[in-house]
């Protein structure tokens, strides 16, 4: 595994590789690598030539009040974990360098970004649309592999990817979940132990609205009400918002359907957690 922090050869290895007809795979992370991250990795390895893991916490994601400062960086561990899977390219760019003195460019993925986490987390889409727009001119992959677990995320840089014309397949994967439901997450790390099987209920209530729409039940405001009764059987879970919405669009829909997805973000504690299921 080759690790490159350098911007500038990152570009010109990447290159190098497409000009030797290799497909490159791309798997942009935050860190803190858990069997989530790893899903995606497996699958870039399958689909393609070369795999490449990018670990980089961009700053420009992160509101004033939020955990920028304290996200887990497990470096060390990070690497022994890329290299286990194989990862063919590891890049992790310096922030100054990322984001120099003069930088001014910004990607807004107008709309899609202004609702669900984007209502609480202003300017959070942007700088996630932005830091994916520049890795994507870094490496310039085929594919790029993202999670079902940020499905705000995935219907942002799809967007984009189609506004902007970006040659790259975008591949959306199932969230991978602890074996009694909570989704993976590097913020599951701030939780306690008490915490952690509070947060429980967030998962059950969205397999429970699965379960009672596959039984036939479409009307949204009724699975909603569901939900909003299983999570709030735990006071210590406090809901900051539980919507069906269409795929595309983001927008509530009044009954679920297929592609219909019901989404979801609480706080446990201190601990901000999103979540969502598709009907
Ligand atoms: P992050 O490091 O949190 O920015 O996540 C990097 C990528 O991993 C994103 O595409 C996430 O959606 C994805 N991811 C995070 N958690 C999970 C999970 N539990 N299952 C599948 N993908 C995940």
Redesign the pocket.
């Known amino acids: 595994m080759r690790i490159i922090g350098d911007i500038r050869k990152m570009q010109s290895c990447c290159a190098e590789l497409k000009k030797e007809g290799l497909s490159v795979g791309f ?11 790893l ?2 990795v497996r699958r870039s390895k399958k689909d393609n030539d070369i795999t490449c893991v990018s ?1 980089f916490v961009n700053p420009i994601q992160f509101g004033p009040a939020e955990d920028f400062n304290t996200y887990p960086r497990p470096a060390r561990r990070d690497r022994m974990l890329c290299q286990k899977e194989k990862v063919d390219l590891l890049f992790m760019p310096r922030p100054d360098r990322m984001y120099g003195p003069g930088f001014r460019t910004h990607v807004e993925v107008e709309a899609l970004s202004d609702v669900l986490c984007g209502a609480t987390r202003q300017g959070h889409f942007r700088g996630v649309a932005t830091v994916v727009a520049k890795l994507f001119n870094i490496i310039q992959p085929d594919r790029a ?6 499905f705000q ?2 219907v942002v840089l799809k967007r984009m990817a189609a506004d902007l014309n970006f040659p790259v397949e975008i591949k959306v ?5 602890e074996t009694r439901g909570l ?5 599951n790390a701030y939780l306690s132990a008490q915490e952690h099987s509070q947060a429980l209920a967030i998962s059950r209530a969205l397999f429970r609205a699965r379960q009672m729409a596959r039984g036939g039940v479409r009307d949204a405001a009724r699975l909603i009400r569901e939900m909003k009764r299983i999570i709030g059987q735990d006071r210590a879970v406090r809901i900051e918002y539980l919507k069906i919405v269409d795929a595309d669009t983001l927008s509530p829909v009044k009954r679920a359907q297929r592609g219909t997805t019901a989404v979801v973000a609480a706080r446990v504690g201190a601990t901000r957690l999103i979540d969502n299921i598709v009907f």
Do not use: C
């Open positions: 798997v942009p992370t935050m860190g803190a690598l858990h069997e989530g991250h899903s995606l670990i592999y993202f999670g079902q677990k940020d995320q995935t994967l199932p969230t991978v979940r989704a993976m997450s590097s913020r």
